[in-house]
């Protein structure tokens, strides 16, 4: 099929079932059956991802693996092997490599590729996906579905609409006819939740919100009503940019002489869980995993990783993550601890436009602590454990929540350090596709308390621009919060 010379061409490529595919690739004894990824049937924690034959019994990912157990017990459920599906996402990524300078990796296995004029070299962006789709499957063993239209945002829907081996091409010309009758839950951030709002007022389709009254919209779900009406009529200029992949953001303390209090540690992760909180607010990122990283006297270290019930920025969420991790899959405070970080990961391609109620609460409180900080300075507000209950938030609300996501220039967002103990921050990005959530951190020299901020030094000097957020993202981020 031609592509409309001069038209822009964005690729959007997401792996099938990505950890469970893995997993029946690796053991071809459980090809044809449902798998579950997560851990044991009758463990805490909850579904990473499910194949498509555990999809037929309604298993999904970020359900409780007791209800995956309920709704399929004939799955075979198997641990999370984070270490070999990002060995497999990098072998995914080394061939869309192939293809463009412009790949923007959204999390292990997915990623936008800008093809705008690639017809003399590929053949046209349709003739390139269909060879991005061969060359995983024979190098690979694996499927892929893959979106192809003039923006990021009509592709990403495209990929996932007739998932899983898909190939959907929505050529500039059938972009309106394409989104029209599709349900407004299907965009990105919308959930089942803002569906319910927009529903509420009539709104059921894309058609629907590109056609609504823009005063009755704005009063529905807020100043970013102009934004939601022009994605769906599939207006959306964001440019593909390869920095903007960042996989995760970490914060870790080294304590100067080991510690065992345990009210001391979780003090700690109060703090961490704000530096990285705090980062992704600023950001505008929602992560769905949190790994805890954890350093014994002398050396021994491990991490554990939870996945978020629902994607989360607020400082609450990750440290109940982080703090539940401690305590049931470390062994606590029985050992005098040296390290500690936490770091956040898998973010969400567009943040959640309707975050779960809880979460919502979570951001509103943190909001009012981010413009307080923003104003006049980090020190302005520390957070004790009473973040958690929100009395932070309560005392400083009406500064000025929603609104502008990036601090203003010359402003530090970064919350203090513990004291005492050494820090580092970390921002893994894209070009270590591979990289585990703590391994780009940055050291400050011991006894040093400030904080530092560090972006890994990739290989294109072009990729350490800092993702800037257009309008109507900003607008969308701002949304429902
Ligand atoms: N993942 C996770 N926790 C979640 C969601 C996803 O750990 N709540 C992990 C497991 C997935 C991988 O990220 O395999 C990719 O996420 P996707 O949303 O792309 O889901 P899948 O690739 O599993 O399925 P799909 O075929 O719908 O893309
Ligand atoms: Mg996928």
Same mark, same amino acid.
């Given at each position: ?195 319910? =709002? @927009?529903? *509420?007022?009539?709104?059921? %389709?894309? +058609?629907? $919100?590109? #056609? &609504? ?5 704005? !009063? ?86 939870? =996945? @978020?019930? *629902?994607?989360?920025?607020? %400082?609450? +969420?990750? $440290?109940? #993550? &982080? ?5 049931? !899959? ?152």
């Amino acid at each position: 099929m031609e592509w409309p010379a001069g038209e822009r061409a964005v690729l959007h490529v997401d792996m099938d079932a990505f950890y469970a595919s893995v997993e029946q690739r690796d053991r071809p004894e459980l090809r044809g059956l449902p798998v579950v990824v997560g851990g044991p049937k009758d463990a805490r924690g909850v579904v990473s991802a499910a194949s498509y034959e555990a999809r037929a019994f309604g298993v999904r990912s970020a359900m409780p693996l007791r209800t995956a157990a309920r709704l399929c017990p004939r799955a075979v459920f198997v641990p999370v092997r984070m270490d070999r599906y990002l060995e497999v996402s990098r072998g995914v990524f080394a061939i869309l490599d192939r293809f463009s300078p412009l790949v923007e990796a959204l999390s292990v296995d997915e990623a936008f590729l800008d093809l705008t004029g690639c017809e003399r070299l590929l053949g046209g962006p349709v003739a390139a996906a269909r060879a991005i789709r061969d060359a995983v499957r024979a190098e690979c063993g694996l499927t892929c579905s893959v979106g192809v239209a003039p923006n990021k945002f009509v592709a990403k829907i495209a990929s996932d609409l007739e998932k899983p081996d898909a190939l959907v091409v929505v050529p500039p010309g059938a972009v309106t006819a394409f989104l029209a009758p599709l349900p407004v839950e299907r965009m990105w951030g919308v959930g089942p939740r803002g569906g319910g =709002t @927009l529903r *509420a007022i009539g709104i059921r %389709t894309f +058609a629907d $919100l590109a #056609a &609504a009254d823009p005063a009755r919209l704005r !009063r529905a779900v807020g100043a970013h009503a102009g934004a939601l009406a022009a994605l769906a009529r599939g207006s959306d200029a964001r440019p593909v940019v390869p920095d903007s992949s960042r996989k995760s953001v970490g914060a870790e303390t080294t304590f100067p002489e080991d510690v065992s209090d345990p009210d001391a540690l979780r003090e700690t992760l109060v703090l961490l869980a704000d530096r990285v909180g705090t980062r992704l607010r600023r950001d505008g990122l929602d992560a769905r995993c949190v790994t805890l990283k954890v350093r014994y006297a002398p050396f021994r270290t491990i991490t554990r990783r939870a =996945t @978020l019930e *629902a994607p989360a920025s607020s %400082t609450g +969420a990750l $440290l109940g #993550a &982080a703090w539940r991790l401690f305590r049931e !899959r470390t062994p606590g405070a029985r050992e005098p601890v040296r390290l500690l970080g936490i770091a956040a990961s898998d973010f969400l391609a567009q943040p959640l436009l309707f975050a779960p109620r809880e979460e919502a609460r979570a951001r509103r409180v943190d909001d009012a602590v981010d413009a307080v900080r923003r104003r006049f300075g980090t020190a302005a507000l520390g957070r004790g454990s009473v973040v958690a209950s929100g009395a932070v938030g309560r005392a400083k609300r009406g500064s000025g929540s929603g609104g502008a996501r990036r601090a203003p220039s010359g402003a530090s967002p970064e919350p203090p350090c513990p004291r005492n103990a050494s820090s580092s921050s970390s921002v893994s990005s894209a070009p270590s596709r591979a990289s585990s959530p703590f391994s780009s951190s940055c050291s400050v020299p011991s006894g040093g308390p400030t904080c530092r901020a560090s972006r890994r030094p990739s290989s294109a000097s072009s990729r350490s621009r800092p993702r800037r957020w257009s309008a109507a993202e900003r607008a969308a981020r701002s949304a429902g919060r």
